[in-house]
């Protein structure tokens, strides 16, 4: 059970988050005075939170993965970037649909968002000594297969999906890695979505 917790200046926004994320056979949502001890926190228009305010769990690898829901990413950007990159940016008008996705992704390790403000958040970020610029393109199939990768399928699975073997979505996975400069599936998924070249 991934343990959720909402913190926001809109009580009615929260209610209907909890509302939301209680209807999730998966998700249970916590009460304020158990923060510290989520998964998940989801932000929803709550900027300056500070370590207090995460119980007795600062920022540290302990720390809950933050989801902020927000068209604002600026008051949020010295908060998210002490997460090493356990955080992941949704609009205000973000669905439920992909308000859930986003919190498992979370759960399970992987960057989660808008593309658009993933984007504007890792604007001028490289990747190992690189930039988008030096980053070979990738083919429509690697696009395939990387975008099945952010869905955490195995090559098995990536393979039945696009009708091919598992030899081929190997070969795929490697050149992915070898193109983008990233040694493992979740920096690949992590570098496409900051160039987005992945549809979440």
């Known amino acids: 059970m991934i343990q959720v917790g909402i913190l926001g200046d809109n009580t009615m926004i929260q209610a209907g988050l909890r509302s939301l994320l209680q209807n999730a056979p998966d998700l249970e949502v916590v009460e304020l005075s158990n923060l510290g001890n989520c998964d998940i926190l989801v932000l929803c228009g709550t900027p300056g939170l500070g370590d207090s305010d995460l119980g007795e769990r600062p920022l540290t690898e302990s720390a809950p993965a933050l989801l902020v829901i927000s068209d604002e990413i600026e008051p949020f950007r010295s908060l998210l970037e002490a997460l090493d990159d356990k955080f992941g940016l949704l609009s205000e008008d973000a669905s439920g649909e992909e308000i859930i996705a986003a919190i498992r992704a979370l759960f399970s390790g ?87 070249l992945l549809n979440l």
């Open 110 to 196: 992987l960057l989660a968002g808008s593309p658009r403000l993933m984007r504007s958040f890792f604007s001028g970020e490289q990747i190992r000594g690189g930039g988008f610029n030096s980053v070979q393109e990738l083919s429509p199939r690697e696009t395939e297969v990387l975008q099945l990768l952010s869905l955490g399928l195995l090559n098995k699975e990536i393979a039945a999906r696009l009708g091919i073997s598992e030899h081929t979505v190997k070969y795929h996975i490697s050149s992915i890695f070898s193109k983008l400069d990233v040694a493992n599936r979740v920096e690949a998924v992590r570098a496409g979505i900051r160039w987005g």
